[in-house]
C-alpha cells in the first residue's frame, strides 16, 4: 500500500435541511476525500453511531483502495449480518471508498464501472392528487418539467391522508407534501382501507388514460398494503391501463407471495426498496416473480453489492428500478445514477427532486435533461458537501407515519 491511500480521518456528519441526512466522509492520507450516504429515514441516529461507535476506528489506516475487502470485512466481520442500520453503514463506507478511488483515477465513477452504457438514466417523477383534476395538472407539471414516465399516487374517498400523495391534511394539521417523514417526535397515524382502495385506483388510471394516452409510462406504488390476492386483483384490473409497473404490492418479507399474484396478472411488478442483501431476492429472481428490483445503493450495501444483485438479476432479464426518494442524499443518488449509467440491464430511476437547502449542503453536478438524469463528468461521485451551510441545520427527529384500519388495528405503512 503506498501510505497516501490510507484513511486518515473518518467523520460522521448529521444534518436536517429539508429533512435528516447522515453523511460518512473519508479523508486519505494524501487528503483525497469520499463522500457516502448513510441516512436511514426515521432511524437516522442509529446508523450515525454504528459507523461513529463501531466502523469508524477500523477504517482508520485501511488502504481506501481495498473496496472489496473493507466491504467482506465489514459485513462478515460484524458477526451479525444483514439489517438495515448494518447494510446503510456498509453501504456508506462503500460509495466514500468508490468516491476516492474514482478521483484518485481522475475520472467520473461510471469509468469504473465500465463506462456509459447510455446517454442517460430514464427517471421518473411523482404526480399525485386529492382528486382526478388535481392529479391531471401534478401530471402535466411533471411534463413541463421534462419526466418522461409518471408515477401516479391518488387520495382515496373516505381516507384522510394516503401515502404519496401531496397537499393532503396530515393527523396534525399539517400539509403532507412530498416528504413523508414528518419533523414529530411521535410518528402521526394515517388510516386505511384496502377495499376503498382497491375500488378507486383503476378508474383513476382509466381517467389518466384517457386524457395522457397510451404512450406515457405510468408507474404506481402500492406501498406494502395489499395481501397477495388483493395485489393479484389490483395487477389484472390495472391490466388495461398497461403500467410501466406495480410497486411494492405485498409487505416484501415474503417472497413466496409473489407466487400468487404473478399467476394472475402481467401488469409488471416491481419490488426492494426495504430490502438490504441480495438473500431478500433469491426467490424473487430465480422464480423470474418480479420485473424490477428496487433497492436504493444506500440501503444495500453500496455499489459493491447492488451491482452484484444487478448482475444476478439480469441474468433472468430483470432490470433496475433504484430507489430514490428524497430520503436517499445527493451523494445517495449520485452513486445510483453512476450505476444506472455503467449497467446493462437499466430500467428507470426514480427521481424525487430535493430542497433547495439540501441542494446547499450537497453541492452536485448531475443533469436532467429530456427526461434524462446523468451524474456529469467531476471525477467520483461528483458531490461535495458544504460544512458551514450542512453545520446550520441540526437533526430533528422525523419519523415516517403509522397505519390504522378503521376498527384501530395497526396496518402497515
Ligand atoms: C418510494 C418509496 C418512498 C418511501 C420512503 C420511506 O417508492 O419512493 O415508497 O416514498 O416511502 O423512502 O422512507
Ligand atoms: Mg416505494
Not at 467520473?108 to 447510455?118: D, T
Request: aromatic share 10%.
Amino acid at each position: 500500500m503506498t501510505t497516501g491511500t490510507a484513511i486518515r480521518t473518518v467523520e460522521v456528519l448529521v444534518t436536517s435541511p429539508d429533512r435528516n441526512f447522515v453523511t460518512l466522509r473519508l479523508t486519505t492520507e494524501d487528503g483525497v476525500v469520499g463522500l457516502g450516504d448513510a441516512t436511514l429515514n426515521g432511524r437516522e441516529l442509529s446508523v450515525a453511531s454504528y459507523l461513529k461507535d463501531h466502523v469508524a476506528p477500523l477504517l482508520v489506516g485501511r488502504d481506501a483502495h481495498r473496496i472489496e475487502d473493507t466491504w467482506q470485512y465489514l459485513y462478515r466481520g460484524a458477526y451479525w449480518r444483514r439489517g438495515p442500520v448494518t447494510m446503510a453503514a456498509i453501504a456508506a463506507v462503500d460509495v466514500a471508498l468508490w468516491d476516492i478511488k474514482a478521483k484518485i483515477a481522475g475520472l467520473p465513477l461510471y469509468q469504473l464501472l465500465g463506462g456509459a452504457s447510455r446517454t442517460g438514466a430514464l427517471a421518473y417523477g411523482h404526480a399525485s392528487g386529492r382528486d382526478v383534476p388535481e392529479l391531471f395538472d401534478s401530471i402535466r407539471h411533471h411534463l413541463d418539467e421534462g419526466f418522461r414516465a409518471i408515477r401516479v399516487q391518488t387520495s382515496v374517498p373516505g381516507l384522510d391522508a394516503v401515502y404519496g400523495v401531496a397537499a393532503q391534511r396530515t393527523s396534525t394539521g399539517a400539509r403532507y407534501d412530498y416528504e413523508p417523514a414528518q419533523r414529530t417526535v411521535v410518528p402521526a397515524e394515517e388510516d386505511w382501507d384496502t377495499r376503498s382502495y382497491l375500488r378507486h385506483v383503476p378508474g383513476v388510471f382509466e381517467a389518466v388514460r384517457n386524457e395522457f394516452g397510451p404512450e406515457l409510462p405510468l408507474l404506481h406504488d402500492g406501498h406494502h398494503r395489499m395481501t397477495p390476492i388483493q395485489a393479484a386483483k389490483l395487477g389484472k384490473a390495472l391490466e388495461p391501463y398497461d403500467l410501466f409497473w406495480l410497486e411494492d404490492c405485498t409487505p416484501a418479507e415474503n417472497q413466496e407471495a409473489l407466487r400468487l399474484v404473478r399467476r394472475h396478472t402481467t401488469t409488471p411488478l416491481a419490488i426492494g426498496e426495504v430490502f438490504n442483501t441480495v438473500w431478500d431476492y433469491q426467490t424473487l429472481v430465480r422464480e423470474q416473480l418480479i420485473d424490477y428490483v428496487r433497492s436504493a445503493v444506500t440501503h444495500t450495501g453500496g455499489i459493491t453489492a447492488l451491482r452484484k444483485i444487478l448482475d444476478f438479476a439480469a441474468q433472468y432479464q430483470i432490470k433496475s428500478g433504484i430507489h430514490g426518494p428524497t430520503d436517499i442524499s445527493p451523494v445517495g443518488m449520485a452513486a445510483a445514477l453512476h450505476l444506472d449509467l455503467a449497467i446493462h440491464n437499466f430500467g428507470i430511476q426514480e427521481y424525487m427532486q430535493h430542497g433547495a437547502r439540501t441542494n446547499e449542503v450537497f453541492q452536485q453536478t448531475f443533469t436532467f435533461t429530456d427526461g434524462l438524469l446523468h451524474p456529469g463528468e467531476q471525477p467520483g461521485l461528483g458531490v461535495t458537501y458544504d460544512d458551514a451551510a450542512a453545520d446550520t441545520y441540526e437533526y430533528q427527529p422525523a419519523y415516517l407515519p403509522v397505519n390504522r384500519l378503521k376498527d384501530g388495528t395497526v396496518h402497515d405503512w
